[in-house]
C-alpha cells in the first residue's frame, strides 16, 4: 500500500508510542554472552551517554535508511556499520542534540529536533561502556551527503523492505574486539546486504525496527 509522506509519518509515529519491542527484538540478534545483561538492564552508573539515529527517507518507492562504516582504529567498534551518532557532550542540551551533532558531523546533513518522531528503547554496549539512545527520524528527502574522513569509511543507503528480507538475516563468525585482552571469535546473527555485515548494537536496533513494522503492519514502500 502506498501512503503520502505525512500519512505514513504518522501512521509510524503512532506505533512507536505504543509499548517497543524491546528486550524482545533485541535477543532476537544478540549475541548469546550479551542476552543476559539485555534482560537485566543493571547498566553501570558511569556508562556514557550517546545517541544515534535511524533516519528513515523515501527513494524509489521505497523507505531506505543510511549506514556508515567506521575507518579503522584502535578501537573496539574499528570499521564495524553502524548508525550515525556518538557521545553525548557537555554542550549538548539533550540526547536529541547529540543525535542531531553527530549527524551532521559524521555524514554532513543537518537535521532538525522536528524531524525526529520517537525514541526506541535504550540498551548498554558493554566493550565501549555507551549507554546508547537510538532515536526514529524521517526527511522527504535526503540530503547531499558530506562523511567525515576521520570516522566514517563509507556511508550506504538501504531499502528497508530489503534489508528485511528474511535470505538477509544470517548466523555468521565474528570478530569481537576488545579494549582489553585478546580478541576472540563467535557465532552471532546479522544482517548481511549489499556487501555490508551488520550485528551487535546495531543490528539490535533494527529488530526492533523491524518488529514495529511487522506487528503494526507498516509498509516499508511509500
Given at each position: ?13 503512532l506505533a512507536l508510542k ?50 556508515m562504516k567506521r575507518t ?106 576488545q579494549k582489553e585482552g ?41
Amino acid at each position: 500500500m502506498n501512503h503520502q509522506p505525512d500519512h505514513w509519518k504518522n501512521i509510524l509515529s503512532l506505533a512507536l508510542k505504543q509499548e517497543l519491542p524491546a528486550y524482545k527484538a533485541h535477543t532476537k540478534v544478540a549475541p548469546i554472552y550479551r542476552v543476559k545483561g539485555l534482560e537485566n538492564r543493571n547498566w553501570p552508573q558511569d556508562a556514557k551517554k550517546s545517541a544515534v539515529s535511524f533516519l528513515l527517507f523515501p527513494k524509489n518507492g521505497k523507505i531506505h535508511t543510511l549506514f556508515m562504516k567506521r575507518t579503522q582504529y584502535p578501537g573496539v567498534h574499528s570499521g564495524q556499520v553502524s548508525l550515525p551518532g556518538g557521545q553525548m557532550e557537555a554542550s549538548d542540551a539533550h540526547l536529541i542534540s547529540t543525535a542531531i551533532r553527530e549527524y551532521r558531523e559524521e555524514t554532513g546533513i543537518h537535521l532538525e529536533e522536528s524531524d525526529y518522531l520517537a525514541p526506541l528503547t535504550e540498551f548498554y554496549i558493554p566493550p565501549s561502556n555507551f549507554l546508547v539512545q537510538p532515536y526514529v527520524a524521517f526527511v522527504d528527502e535526503l540530503a547531499s551527503l558530506h562523511p567525515d574522513p576521520a570516522e566514517v569509511e563509507s556511508l550506504h543507503e538501504v531499502a528497508l523492505e530489503d534489508l528485511f528480507l528474511k535470505k538477509n538475516f544470517k548466523i555468521d563468525e565474528i570478530q569481537v574486539r576488545q579494549k582489553e585482552g585478546a580478541d576472540f571469535r563467535i557465532k552471532a546473527p546479522c544482517y548481511q546486504i549489499n556487501g555490508l555485515r551488520i550485528w551487535g548494537a546495531t543490528a539490535m536496533m533494527i529488530s526492533e525496527l523491524q518488529m514495529i513494522f511487522e506487528e503494526n503492519r507498516i509498509s516499508s514502500s511509500i
